[in-house]
């Protein structure tokens, strides 16, 4: 019995997870690490240069790719594995990592190569980073089960959102008209949007078995696909939570990754069994048979798939610390390149470059090959 009048302390774990989650709710810093915020005529990173030999305002895959052979830059600067690397929309000319050391930072690609910003707020390993489509805004997810909306230009964190799990994955909506809105993946099997305008959830997709691993939007941000640890394959209409398709097989596994094809017709997923498949992105949403990409070893990562802006090569980390390329029509493995000695569970194609990828994983460290 408690007598009138005693005030009751709580329980110290109570206290402790209030806390926790206060912690969540903001300490947000950034640092600025360039040589210089704003260049001569004002500008600031977010200005695509343009005194390079390259043009990086052509359009996405209107250059042939090949692939990179060669070792041309390592930044450093993560002290625990990177998780995500994503290359500024069309232009490619800065690029952001996030990585288990808690840390978003963005890179320069071009002139001096070096490290620009540092993201801060997060209290545990990050999961996912993406961009938005004009570069402007960035999306954190991390195991601190928070997600957060930065301002690329000025290191602000503009908003927080969390369902109180784990978000796996979180894309933005590619069209113009709902740019507004993102999907997150969670590890409590359901698919999240949220508005990131009044940080309200809009939609809730609840009918995986387990934790989400992938979201791909197709046939121009009406559908996406979604997959999981149940091993299904799910794809939905954009804002309507029943599944149009629902994809399981006896001899499917888990499919940790995906990667849409610049083509518009596939999807790329790697699947926990040491090979990357191929679905169709339209109606049927059926498997490709023809198309399985095999030669590399990705058992214990959740490992990238990245397809050239071209759409003619298919790249993937491998847990020995290689990156495999493969021709996407034949299937065959072109190039089987040794870069580190931990696994390689994240790599990006430069949009704008015929022959440049950047690659990263466990060391930590990000290196970019031509």
Known sequence: MVESGTVVKP???????????????GGETTTFHGSEERDYQGRTYMHVPQDLDVDLKKEEGSIKNFVPKKLIHTWK???????????????GHVMLSASADSTVKLWDVYHQRELLRTFSGHTKALSDVTFNTSGSQFLSASYDRMIKLWDTETGQCINRFTTGKTPHVVRFNPDPENAHEFLAGMSDKKIVQFDTRTRA???????????????TFVDEARRFISTSDDKSLRAWDYHIPVPIKYVAEPYMYPLVRSYAHPNG????????DNQIVVYAAGDKFRQNRKK??????????????VVSPDGQFVASGDSGGYVCVWDWKTCKMWHKIKVAEGAVTTLAWQPQESSRMAAAGLDGKIRYFD
């Open 265 to 272: 017709k596939a999807v790329l997923f790697q699947s926990a």
């Open 11 to 25: 329980m110290p774990q109570a206290v402790a997870k209030r806390k926790e989650e206060e912690d969540g709710q």
């Open 292 to 305: 399985v990409y095999k030669g590399h070893n990705n058992a214990g990562y959740a490992i990238d798939v």
């Open 201 to 215: 959830i809009v939609q809730e997709y609840d009918h995986h078995l387990a934790a989400v691993n992938t979201l």
């Open 77 to 91: 600067g993560h002290t625990k594995p990177v998780v995500a690397l994503r290359f500024f929309p069309s232009s």
